[in-house]
Structures are given as structure tokens and as C-alpha cells.
């Protein structure tokens, strides 16, 4: 009986301590999403003056103003999605839900491009990688472990791939999939 008794002691505090690790734990977590939050909050401003800049830039442009071929409009043969997920899961249904609407792109607004195997997939963490893979897209490029350090450089690199690919005519339209953070 005594044994018993001291097996259940033990499996209590067992517990606890486990309690204990996951407050903690939860805290931290806690404590990084909020900074990761505020980060967001603060781009916004600079994101929107951004995409104000470019709308305007575009508007303006003929499509051949200066010699830019970004703002040149041109007959869709050959799409690139570029698909934005995480490198983990635990994120509810955040990548799932950015796999519907790249799929939902290339079923409405690509159909055409699709049938004739013109729709590219560069993707942005590792499980639109996985899934697109899998499901046997035609998936032209990756970054992978973009998210351990991000910032400008990081991402730059995936930019001017991009741009480059556009101005070499490798690709008619360049279109993003992601999802946009809203702060409840």
C-alpha cells in the first residue's frame, strides 16, 4: 500500500512538473508571437505606401516607359505562382488554406496555361514544397529555410529571381499566393 501511494506522489509531481514546462513553454511562445506581431503592425505603413508607389508607377507606364518590361502587358502563355507557406506545421489551417487558393488560381484563372503544363510553382517553405511535389505540379524552384533569418537579404534573392525570369520572358505573369496577417 505504502509503494501505491508513493508511485501516485511521484506521478503527481511527475505531472506538475510537466504543467510547469508547458507554462512556461507557453509563455515563450506567447512572448515571441506578440514581438513577431508588432513587427508586422509596424510594416504595414511601408507596405501600403509601397504598393501605392508601384499601382501608380504601373498606372502611369505604357508598358514600355523607360524601358521597363515589369509594367509591359503581354499575352498569358506561361504563369509562375509563387506560393508562400510555412516550414512547419502547427499552424492551423494557414497552409492548407494558401494550397486552396493556388489551386483555385491555377483551376479558374489558369486553366488554359495549366492543360498545356505552363503553370510553374516556385514555393516559400518547405510544406507548399512538400505538397506540390507530391501532388505532382510542376514545381520550378524553392526556398527553403527562408524564415530562420528573415529579412531583406533573405528574401531579395527569391525578388530578383522573379524579376529576372519576367524580363527573360520566361514567364508572362508572376503572381504571389500568400496570406495576409490580420490582427483580431
Given at each position: ?8 506522489r ?9 504543467q510547469?514546462?508547458t ?19 509596424q ?32 499575352a498569358?502563355e ?9 516550414d ?5 489551417a ?18 488554359v496555361?495549366?492543360?498545356k503544363?505552363?503553370?510553374y ?18 514545381v520550378?524552384?524553392t526556398?527553403r529555410?527562408?524564415?530562420?533569418q ?7 534573392a527569391?525578388?530578383q529571381?522573379a ?5 527573360k520572358?520566361?514567364f ?6 500568400y496570406s495576409e496577417?490580420?490582427n483580431?
Amino acid at each position: 500500500m505504502a509503494g501505491q501511494l508513493k508511485e501516485v506522489r511521484n506521478r503527481i509531481k511527475s505531472v506538475q512538473n510537466t504543467q510547469q514546462i508547458t507554462k512556461a513553454m507557453k509563455m515563450v511562445s506567447a512572448a515571441k508571437l506578440r514581438k513577431a506581431q508588432d513587427n508586422i503592425v509596424q510594416m504595414r505603413p511601408y507596405a501600403r505606401k509601397l504598393q501605392e508607389v508601384l499601382s501608380n508607377i504601373v498606372s502611369n507606364s505604357d508598358g514600355n516607359a523607360d524601358g521597363s518590361t515589369l509594367a509591359t502587358e503581354r499575352a498569358v502563355e506561361k504563369v509562375l505562382l509563387i506560393v508562400i507557406t510555412s516550414d512547419r506545421g502547427l499552424c492551423g489551417a494557414y497552409n492548407a488554406n494558401i494550397i486552396k487558393m493556388a489551386k483555385l488560381a491555377i483551376r479558374e484563372k489558369y486553366a488554359v496555361q495549366a492543360a498545356k503544363g505552363n503553370v510553374y510553382i516556385w514555393t516559400i517553405g518547405k510544406k507548399g514544397y512538400e505538397h506540390f511535389q507530391k501532388n505532382k505540379y510542376n514545381v520550378d524552384g524553392t526556398y527553403r529555410d527562408i524564415f530562420l533569418q528573415l529579412n531583406f537579404e533573405t528574401v531579395q534573392a527569391c525578388s530578383q529571381a522573379a524579376v529576372k525570369a519576367f524580363e527573360k520572358k520566361e514567364f508572362d505573369v508572376v503572381e504571389l499566393v500568400y496570406s495576409e496577417f490580420r490582427n483580431a
